[in-house]
């Protein structure tokens, strides 16, 4: 089994990709982004990038070739059901380069499933029935996966390991199932990286600026204090501060203080009307 065995002294980027036509079509609004960074941000996590992709298996296989290349902990929301229109367990072992097996926990699972649903029903349960064996399609994961638990109806995800050293844990569309699995293998397999990692953003409101001004501070705040980045958020309809310009830089906790303190006192000749500052843990 490629079972996702974290590295303890490694704390890994974190990404998301949500699949699925009905996200990019506008027919469903897209909630997982929001949750996963909340998700990550209770466990003093950032999300680094997130990625749509449509129903497309080419364009699937491509995204989760290079997520499973980049080292990085991925979570896949969609495609893994067994209607025509799923293609991302096909894809996911497309792109390690493996075949595709009826993975037998999740068989067990699906089985288990489909039998209390029968019994809940007051209907026979026939194991060997057409559409009860299409549904074990559902446990067929990519040669060596592991198995996401799904405490919702217990049709589980899978996961797999990257090359890289970091993982893909896919998991279905549906938020109520996709949150508590995405929780469970955050809390299962990357814990030690709580934390570990605690970030900052300082910044400050400014009035009357303009960025192409201020990019010289920016530029020199960057080339001082390598890993702290500097951002620059421009609004021209806020309802409390109306046209203006947040300034600010994020990064490690013990690295921004500095980098703030530094930003502020080479703001001081332009001369700038400021508003309240901000602080983001």
């Not at 299962?188 to 709580?194: D, E, L, P, V």
């Not at 900052?200 to 080339?223: C, D, H, K, N, T």
Request: hydrophobic residues 45%.
């Amino acid at each position: 089994m490629q079972t996702v065995q974290a590295e303890s002294s490694r704390v890994p980027s974190f990404g998301l990709i949500i699949v699925g036509d009905e996200i990019l079509s506008g027919k469903r609004a897209d909630k997982h982004l929001a949750k996963v960074i909340e998700l990550l941000g209770a466990r003093g996590l950032p999300l680094a990038w997130a990625q749509y992709v449509g129903d497309e298996p080419a364009r699937i296989t491509a995204t989760l070739r290079h997520a499973l290349a980049s080292g990085d902990v991925v979570f896949c929301t969609g495609g893994i059901g067994a209607t025509p229109d799923d293609h991302t367990r096909q894809c996911a072992a497309a792109a390690l380069g493996v075949p595709l097996a009826l993975h037998p926990e999740a068989k067990r699972l699906i089985l288990q499933r489909l039998q209390a649903v029968a019994e809940q029903e007051g209907v026979p349960w026939e194991p060997e029935r057409a559409d009860n064996l299409h549904r074990l399609n559902m446990g067929v994961f990519p040669e060596g996966a592991g198995i996401v638990p799904n405490p919702y109806n217990q049709i589980p995800g899978f996961s797999v390991a990257g090359p890289a050293g970091g993982a893909i844990y896919c998991v279905p569309g549906f938020p109520v199932m996709a949150w508590p699995m995405i929780e469970w293998a955050l809390d299962t397999h990357w814990s030690h990286c709580f934390r570990q990692r605690a970030w900052q953003e300082r910044s400050v409101i400014i009035f009357g600026g303009a960025e192409a001004e201020l990019s010289p501070v920016m530029e020199r705040v960057e080339a001082e204090h390598p890993g702290v980045k500097v951002f620059s958020l421009p609004s021209v309809d806020h309802p409390q501060h109306g046209r203006h310009i947040e300034l600010g830089v994020k990064g490690a906790a013990e690295a921004v203080p500095a980098a703030y303190a530094n930003l502020r006192a080479w703001l001081l000749p332009y001369q700038l009307r400021y508003g309240p500052e901000l602080v983001r843990p």
